[in-house]
């Protein structure tokens, strides 16, 4: 009989790849969701992206059931019976909240709930999705960032997003440490770069806002930012192999390529999409003009003090101990995009649609 692993976060971007590869590889699903009401859709939006044989059989492998971050009911139900359990959700906003602790009171409080319920049930192993902002935020970025290296909470150049995942990683390992060596569960931490790759459907996390936005041609220009980046796709394979490679326990695995100018993103839509209708901005935005705007703009701020900053990160690890091969920019880029026109998230702009 195939075991159920349970993801947090079922209407999430990198859940929803970690459940299809889950289904195709044999595993059955638990998934939490805030409202089973509102996530009623689930299962048919999974359907076409699973292999044929998964998907006859998707309405009985795969089961959503009721769990917030923010309160301890439907958690012991959520965990009972599985030996793993990927915890993918936490609050991932487009803006800062006015309040920080709307994003580090789910995001650290819910790892622990997770942590608390898997360890009463016998979970062998959690994996835990946190971040590179958990990484190389709040800091200098004058060095080679590894998984020995934290985002500094206390550095005024941190957003509570940075916050909220630096936290909530630092509480799990602190409940793993206080469970003493004798526990039967262990923890793997994931921490991917921003992610791109396909979208499933008409909704999109935050994340592939950057793409949305230049393809929208809502941007004058392209700022001088790099970001870490990977696919959802290879962030999905990293979380499975996390769960099934003894020798991750107790192992944090940066996710991502290299840091890539935002402007490399635009030039490979503007090589792909120009030549099709799109007019994709990628002249330098002056530093200058983000300035002004973020005089008016408190998100901007804290995006203006990353201008010019360099991000080298070491990704070695996850490639050597979980054998990751991450697809390439132009590839995430461009499964993004396409992702975008097909399910109306940007306008179809391509010559059959004139
Ligand atoms: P997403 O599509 O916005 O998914 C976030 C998920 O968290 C949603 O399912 C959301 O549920 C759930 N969630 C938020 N608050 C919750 C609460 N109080 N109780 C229960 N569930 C709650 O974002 P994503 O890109 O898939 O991100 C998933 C994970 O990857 C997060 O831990 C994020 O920090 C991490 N991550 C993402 C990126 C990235 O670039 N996308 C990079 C590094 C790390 P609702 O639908 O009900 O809101």
Known sequence: MPETVLVTGGTGFIAQHCMIQLLDAGYDVRTTVRSVARATGLTALLAPHVGESVRSQIDRRLVVVEADLTSDAGWDEAVAGCRFVLHVASPLPLAMPKDESDL???????????????????????????SIAAIGYGRERDHLFTEEDWSNVDSPSIDAYAKSKTLAERAAWEFMRSLGPSSRMDLVVINPGLVLGPLLAGEWSSSGEAIKKILDRKVPGIPDLVFPLIDVRDVAAAHLAAMTTRSAAGQRYICALDAVPLREIALILARHYGPLGYKIPTRRLPKFLLRLAALFDHDLRLVVSEIGQPFLIDSSKIRRELGLSPRDVKEMTLSTADSMIRYGVVRDRTPADQ
Do not use: M, N
């Open 104 to 130: 580090i009171v789910p995001a650290r409080d819910g790892s622990l709930r997770v942590l608390e319920a898997s360890q009463r049930a016998g979970v062998q192993r959690v994996v835990l999705t946190s």
